[in-house]
Each structure stands twice: as structure tokens, then as C-alpha cells.
């Protein structure tokens, strides 16, 4: 497994700031999310732990969680209503990087449908 999920101060840098770094569990789970969606190997029971990571407090997990969803949740439309809840909140997040991905992934959904 890689770890391609950047650390907060250095959005496009993979290595890990000690002081920055994005929290170890969540940047965890998600790459291994992340990884099985890539695989074409996750099914619809993970769109339930991307949803949580939804609730981060780091904005590249929100962002990177959304994005996820935007490719799961077109491949298992049947199965994201509440993903879809998750994301409309997100569209109205501070961050809008977190915001434009949480819009993108919405489209990508409701158009799979």
C-alpha cells in the first residue's frame, strides 16, 4: 500500500511533518479506501466509513474522502443516500477545496443514477 494522501502543510508533498501531519489513523484508512476503490475491489460497505471520514477535522481527509465517494457512489448509486446527505453538508463547508470536492462527488453520483 502507498501512502499517496499528502500531509496538511504540504498539500502535493508525501512525506510526513511530525507537526502536521495529517492524523495517522484517518490518513491510514483512507489510503486503504482509496487503494480498493482504485482496484475496483470496494463495494458498496465502504461507503459507510468514507462518510465518517466526512467528519474530519483535517480538511485533505474531508477533501480526499469526497472525492472517494464521488467514484464509489457512481459505481453503487442504490447505496449512497446517506452519502449524499453527507456530501450536501459538505458542499457548505469553510474549506473550498472540501466544498468543490463534496459538489463534484454529488454530480458524479446523482449522474450515475
Same mark, same amino acid.
Given at each position: 500500500?502507498?501512502? /499517496?494522501?499528502?500531509? #496538511?502543510a504540504n498539500p502535493g508533498d508525501n512525506r510526513t511533518d511530525d507537526t502536521n501531519a495529517l492524523p495517522t489513523d484517518e490518513r491510514d484508512q483512507l489510503t486503504e479506501l482509496v487503494d480498493e476503490i #482504485? +482496484?475496483?475491489e470496494a463495494g458498496p460497505e465502504r461507503i459507510d466509513p468514507l462518510v465518517e471520514l466526512l467528519d474530519s477535522d483535517s480538511s485533505v481527509v474531508k477533501r #480526499? !474522502? +469526497?472525492? !472517494?465517494?464521488?467514484?464509489?457512489?457512481? /459505481?453503487?448509486? #442504490?447505496a449512497t443516500d446517506e452519502a449524499i446527505d453527507a456530501l450536501n453538508e459538505r458542499r457548505l463547508d469553510p474549506d473550498i477545496d472540501v466544498s468543490n470536492a463534496a459538489s463534484e462527488a454529488v454530480r458524479e453520483v446523482k449522474n450515475s443514477r
Open positions: 500500500m502507498t501512502d /499517496r494522501v499528502p500531509d #496538511e #482504485e +482496484a475496483d #480526499e !474522502a +469526497a472525492l !472517494a465517494l464521488g467514484t464509489l457512489g457512481s /459505481r453503487y448509486p #442504490e
